[in-house]
């Protein structure tokens, strides 16, 4: 592979968002145009990623930060203090109950003749590839009735797991999709969606190879489906010197884009053939998947709860929010509740 394919799969994309916290060390009775740079110190450095992880540099634990400014030594402490929460008022009460009971109604709900298919695709695991340090680069590919809602990551690549005593390399990556569409109409370029996958390995002298090529159509029956995934690579066994770059460098033989090796058309249109490029391909090993569909439509909505969400919509339209109706509400059922507290008053006995 190319040296930019190389350094490419050894990065994991990650979100990463820092803050500091810094300290002036400099005189407040002086004007900006006397300002140094060096009165300000960095007093801990905050790093979350993912929005899962937070690191602080220095250490919480550690007992004293020294701090060095111009007009002498300084010693500043980190520590993170306790949640406090001051009482709630009733208002703030009311309206995050009226909030909460927004939230537990609102749903999403797709246009008329529309149909919307959201996918959650596990890779679980690989299986009998023949070398370890796995990772496994992927690409969703979409028919042209089919269109991404939303920001979608259409492609990825999973972290380098290695293999255990039984040569299975567990990933357990997730992959989320969400589709729409809105024709009905049978292309003549229609096929199922689709993941494309490319299994490549890095040993531990740097040595990078491709173990397999291989492709998933993804079921539009909603419930929860595990697939396998076969997968093949190219070889090219009768040159000495390509199995010796195999054995002792790295792949000998490969394409240069996984798109275009067997997958930009139907695989209807493949035949029998093995490969149509020319590549003499073997069987590598597998991938297992787990994939949930869930499949929305106003089909499957009775015409009872259309009925209401389109009252709900001409509220809106009208310029009445939907929280007017949750406080007349809330009314209501603070009404029901005080009579009856007074109904079990008047219902026990005065004692003489």
């Given at each position: 592979p190319m040296k930019e394919h190389m350094m490419k799969s050894r990065s994991i994309y990650r979100q990463t968002k820092t803050m500091f916290i810094m300290a002036y060390l400099g005189p407040f009775n002086k004007d900006s145009d006397s300002h140094e740079p060096n009165d300000d110190q960095v007093i801990c450095k905050i790093t979350a990623i993912n929005e899962k992880t937070i690191i602080f540099e220095p250490d919480t634990a550690s007992d004293s930060i020294r701090l060095e400014g111009r007009y002498g030594i300084y010693s500043a402490s980190l520590s993170i203090d306790g949640t406090k929460f001051d009482e709630i008022s009733l208002v703030e009460e009311e309206d995050d109950w009226i909030q909460s009971r927004e939230q537990s109604f609102a749903f999403d709900i797709v246009e008329e003749g529309a149909m919307k298919l959201d996918y959650f695709i596990q890779?679980?695991?690989?299986?009998?590839?023949?070398?370890?340090?796995?990772?496994?680069?992927?690409?969703?590919?979409?028919?042209?009735?089919?269109?991404?809602?939303?920001?979608?990551?259409?492609?990825?690549t999973t972290q380098i797991s290695y293999s255990n005593e039984n040569d299975v390399a567990t990933f357990a990556h997730l992959i989320s999709l969400s589709t729409s569409t809105k024709r009905c109409d049978t292309e003549t370029d229609f096929f199922m969606p689709r993941v494309l996958f490319r299994v490549c390995a890095e040993s531990a002298w740097g040595r990078h190879y491709v173990d397999g090529y291989g492709v998933a159509s993804l079921p539009?029956?909603?419930g929860r489906h595990e697939i396998t995934v076969n997968c093949w690579r190219p070889v090219n066994r009768m040159n000495r010197k390509a199995a010796l770059q195999e054995r002792f460098v790295s792949q000998a033989v490969d394409v240069k884009s996984f798109e275009e090796c067997?997958?930009?058309?139907?695989?209807?249109?493949?035949?029998?053939?093995?490969?149509?490029?020319?590549?003499?391909?073997?069987?590598?090993?597998?991938?297992?998947?787990k994939v949930d569909c869930i499949v929305q439509s106003r089909l499957f909505i009775s015409q009872e709860h259309l009925h209401q969400m389109k009252y709900g919509t001409m509220m809106n339209r009208f310029g009445l929010h939907s929280n007017v109706h949750w406080r007349i509400l809330k009314a209501l059922l603070d009404f029901e509740q005080a009579k009856k507290q007074l109904l079990q008053v008047r219902s026990q006995r005065v004692p003489r």
């Open positions: 890779i679980e695991r690989a299986m009998s590839f023949p070398h370890d340090g796995l990772y496994v680069e992927y690409k969703v590919e979409l028919p042209g009735a089919l269109v991404p809602t939303g920001v979608q990551t259409m492609g990825g539009v029956m909603p067997c997958f930009k058309n139907p695989l209807a249109t493949m035949g029998k053939r093995t490969s149509w490029i020319g590549l003499t391909a073997e069987t590598s090993g597998a991938l297992q998947l």
